[in-house]
């Protein structure tokens, strides 16, 4: 007679020893050249919601980290890092004409790789809420620091490039042209890192002033800065038919280069006007006897444009 029980736990140690060794597959890294001998992936879709169907997706820090630095002089690991502030808000969705209700599922992202011919490339497709009409990057912090072993931020060695004020910045979109970005890493075939894929914009603004600084930096052996002057505005920008198409956002890149931030768009980008108000700059509130009228800052006022049309538009961020 055979003992049910024996085949019972042989059936539940076979079971268990395939888990572990599927666990075990599924948690190696894979390096350039795994991801080059990978073909035929499925892929996988991530549905993005939000806690209480708030509309906010709560983040401290989002952080492109460099592991090993670059050349031979400079071979620490470093990284641009978003960090939120006021306890982790992240980022919030809304829908409606006003822009204050809630959306539940901000965004859907579709992740696919493949070797690509060892031209290895990992594509992310994000595709926001057709209902879309605003997105509040609630007070953030742009930073070149360094990063510990368990992904956060070295303090000591933070360097913050911008600031915004408490209500952050407000980008407001026109209904009827669905948000899209196609993220590509490796192999970009798409020609650029980000691309837009889709919706209309209608204006970004700021209600509190957004701080650009520099630092006053000294060479080896310390490498040690101090935070020196600063550019702060508010800042608008609003299509010069807001109310009816916006701009047309497909097709605008961005991407990141040997010497800054690429941003553009092949064709022509629908007109726009442009504020930048209150403008100052300088070290606030700091005189000094050697400077024009005894004062290291001043306040430039109010700079605008308006009905700008650009056609084939690229700039690069850099020097920062």
């Not at 360094?146 to 004020?165: C, E, F, K, P």
Request: proline letters at 2%.
């Amino acid at each position: 007679m055979v003992d049910m029980n024996k085949v019972i736990e042989k059936k539940y140690l076979f079971i268990v020893l395939m888990t572990c060794m599927s666990s075990a597959w599924s948690m190696q890294p894979m390096d350039d050249q795994d991801l080059a001998d990978s073909t035929g992936q499925d892929g996988m879709t991530l549905t993005i919601g939000t806690a209480n169907d708030s509309g906010v997706v709560g983040f401290d820090h989002i952080a492109i980290e460099d592991t090993d630095g670059y050349g031979t002089t400079h071979t620490t690991a470093g990284a641009l890092a978003y960090v939120t502030e006021g306890g982790g808000a992240g980022v919030s969705f809304y829908s409606g004409v006003d822009g204050t209700d809630s959306i539940a599922t901000p965004f859907i992202v579709d992740i696919d790789s493949d070797g690509n011919g060892g031209n290895p490339l990992l594509n992310m497709n994000i595709g926001f809420d057709p209902n879309l009409t605003r997105i509040n990057l609630n007070a953030f912090t742009l930073a070149l620091t360094q990063m510990d072993d368990t992904g956060q931020i070295v303090a000591s060695s933070r360097r913050d490039i911008l600031r915004t004020g408490a209500s952050g910045i407000d980008i407001l979109f026109n209904t009827g042209s669905q948000l899209g970005v196609n993220l590509q890493l490796g192999n970009q075939e798409q020609g650029a890192m980000f691309v837009l894929s889709g919706g209309r914009l209608q204006q970004i603004k700021s209600d509190d002033p957004i701080e650009l600084i520099s630092y006053n930096c000294v060479t080896a052996p310390s490498y040690s800065c101090t935070e020196g002057s600063s550019l702060k505005f508010d800042f608008n920008l609003v299509a010069n038919d807001a109310s009816v198409n916006g701009i047309e956002l497909q097709g605008i890149y961005m991407d990141i280069v040997s010497d800054g931030l690429k941003v553009g768009k092949a064709g022509v980008l629908d007109k726009f006007d442009l504020t930048l108000s209150n403008v100052t700059m300088g070290e606030a509130g700091v005189q000094g006897a050697s400077t024009f009228d005894n004062f290291k800052n001043g306040s430039i006022g109010n700079i605008g444009m308006k009905g700008v049309a650009i056609t084939d538009f690229k700039t690069t961020v850099r020097g920062l």
